[in-house]
C-alpha cells in the first residue's frame, strides 16, 4: 500500500501503508523478542510418591528483561491422565501424552507461578515434558515458538499395606544371624520329605515314604529361622506368558510384593526380589540380592513402579534363584494364578532343601492338592490396592485335609 500509495500520489494510502510496515516490522522484533531471557522451572513437592498420595506440582515462568510479555502461551507435555487437579488437559498427537496449556501476562523482571495438585492414581514413571513456549505480538500477526527440552520424572510406588496372616520368619533369638540353617524347628510343620542323612533323629524319620520308597526318607520340617528371604512374584496370569494379565491381578501382586518386602525390613530379616520381568545388564529376568535397608527397599519400589508385561516363564525365575541363592533362603513366591508348571518347580525347590511359601490371587481346583504340601495363603478379600490399609490372608488347605479333620 506504501508503494501504491506513492505512485498514485494518494497521500493517506502512503501513511497507511507505511503504518501496515512499521507495525509489521515492530510485530516480528515484538515477538522474537519476547521469548529471549525467558526462564521456565517445573518442580515437584517431591520425585518420589506412593499409591493414593498427593504432589503439588509448581510451575514458574520469570521475564529476565525490560520488555514485558503481553501473551505467552506454555505448552507442557505430559502424561495423558484426564486432568491434574481442576485444570483439563487437551489432546497431543503422541499416544498416552497430554499438554496442559497455561497462558500469562509477565511483566518487565517479573515471576508468574503456578501450582497443580496431582492425584496419585496410578502407579508408574511419568514423565513431564518438554514444553513448549509460544508467543504471539500485540496484533496477532506473528508468532514465535521455542521448545525446552528438559523434563522431570515422578515415580509412583505401590502402596505399602501390613500384611496379616503370613507367617514371616523372626529374627534370631540368640541375638545372631546364621550363614545357613535355623533354629528351633516345628516339628508339626511337615512340609515334604527328603532323604535320609546321618545324625537325623529317628522321630523325624518319615516311616511311611521310607516304606513306599524302599530308602530312607526324613521329614521336611518348616523351618522357624532363616538366614534371608527372596520374595519372587510373577506377573504371568495365565498357562503362556502371552496370555498377559488383568490390571486389577497384576496391582494386587504388586502391592502384596511391596508390603511383605516392608515388613521384612521393618522385622530386620534380610530380602531381596525376583520376577518374571527384564533386568538389569540385559538378564532376561530381574534378580535383586537380599539386602537390608531402607535404599534397598527404594531400590526394589523403583523396579516394581515400572512392572508392567510379563517377560518368560515364573519357573525360569525360579530356576535363576535356585542356581544363585543358599539353601538357607526362604522363598515367599507371589503369584496371581500360579500353572501347574510354577507348583511342580515350587516342590522341586522345596526338595532340594529351601523353605517355600506361596501367596496366590486365585487357584485352580486340580491344583488344590498341592495345598498340602506347600504352604499357600489367599487374600481374604480382594486387595485394595488404591487405598488400602492391611491385606489380610488365610491359610487354604485341600478338600481332603478337610475331610481328615
Known amino acids: 500500500m506504501l508503494i501504491i500509495g506513492a505512485i498514485a500520489k494518494v497521500g493517506y494510502a502512503s501513511i497507511g501503508g507505511a503504518y501496515l510496515a512499521a507495525a509489521g ?53 505430559v502424561p495423558d491422565k484426564g486432568r491434574i487437579g481442576s485444570t483439563k488437559l487437551e ?70 499395606q501390613s500384611v496379616n496372616g503370613l507367617p514371616i520368619p523372626r529374627r534370631d533369638p540368640s541375638g545372631g544371624v546364621p550363614d545357613r540353617g535355623w533354629i528351633n524347628p516345628d516339628p508339626t510343620q511337615v512340609v515334604g520329605v527328603k532323604p535320609y542323612y546321618n545324625g537325623v533323629p529317628l522321630n523325624q524319620i518319615a516311616w511311611k515314604q521310607t516304606a513306599k520308597s524302599g530308602s530312607l526318607k526324613a521329614k521336611m520340617i518348616m523351618p522357624g529361622f532363616h538366614s534371608q528371604v527372596m520374595v519372587c512374584m510373577s506377573v504371568s496370569g495365565g498357562e503362556h506368558v502371552w496370555d498377559g494379565i488383568d490390571k486389577d491381578s497384576l496391582e494386587s501382586v504388586v502391592s502384596i510384593s511391596a508390603s511383605v518386602c516392608n515388613s521384612l525390613l521393618n522385622r530386620g530379616i534380610p530380602f531381596g526380589f525376583a520376577s518374571n520381568v527384564p533386568g538389569k545388564q540385559r538378564q532376561r529376568h530381574l534378580l535383586i540380592p537380599p539386602g537390608l535397608s531402607m535404599a534397598h527397599l527404594r531400590g526394589i519400589l523403583d523396579h516394581l513402579a515400572n512392572i508392567f508385561v510379563p517377560w518368560g516363564r515364573f519357573s525360569e525365575t525360579l530356576a535363576q534363584v535356585s542356581r544363585n541363592m543358599p539353601e538357607s533362603t526362604e522363598i515367599i513366591a507371589v503369584m496371581p494364578n500360579p500353572s501347574l508348571e510354577d507348583w511342580i518347580f515350587l516342590k522341586t525347590l522345596q526338595s532340594q532343601g529351601y523353605a517355600v511359601s506361596a501367596v496366590v490371587l486365585g487357584l485352580e481346583e486340580e491344583h488344590k492338592e498341592f495345598c498340602d504340601q506347600v504352604p499357600v495363603y489367599r487374600p481374604q478379600e480382594a486387595v485394595d490396592w488404591l487405598e488400602g490399609e492391611v491385606i489380610k490372608l488365610e491359610r487354604l488347605v485341600s478338600d481332603r485335609a478337610l475331610i481328615c479333620v
Open 91 to 160: 489432546a497431543h498427537y503422541k499416544p498416552g501424552r497430554a499438554v496442559l496449556k497455561n497462558k500469562m501476562y509477565i511483566g518487565s523482571f517479573q515471576r508468574v507461578e503456578r501450582q497443580f495438585q496431582i492425584d496419585c492414581l496410578s502407579r508408574g514413571v511419568f514423565r513431564f515434558g518438554p514444553v513448549s513456549l509460544r508467543c504471539i505480538d500485540p496484533m496477532g500477526i506473528e508468532e514465535t515458538r521455542i521448545t525446552l527440552d528438559g523434563v522431570d520424572t515422578l515415580v509412583v510406588y505401590p502402596r505399602l
Open 25 to 77: 516490522i515492530l510485530g516480528w522484533w515484538y515477538s522474537h523478542a519476547c521469548l529471549k531471557h525467558i526462564y521456565y522451572t517445573r518442580s515437584f513437592e517431591r520425585t518420589r510418591a506412593f499409591l493414593g498420595d498427593s504432589v503439588d506440582l509448581k510451575i514458574v515462568v520469570e521475564n529476565r528483561k525490560p520488555l514485558p510479555v503481553i501473551s505467552i502461551s506454555c505448552l507442557d507435555e
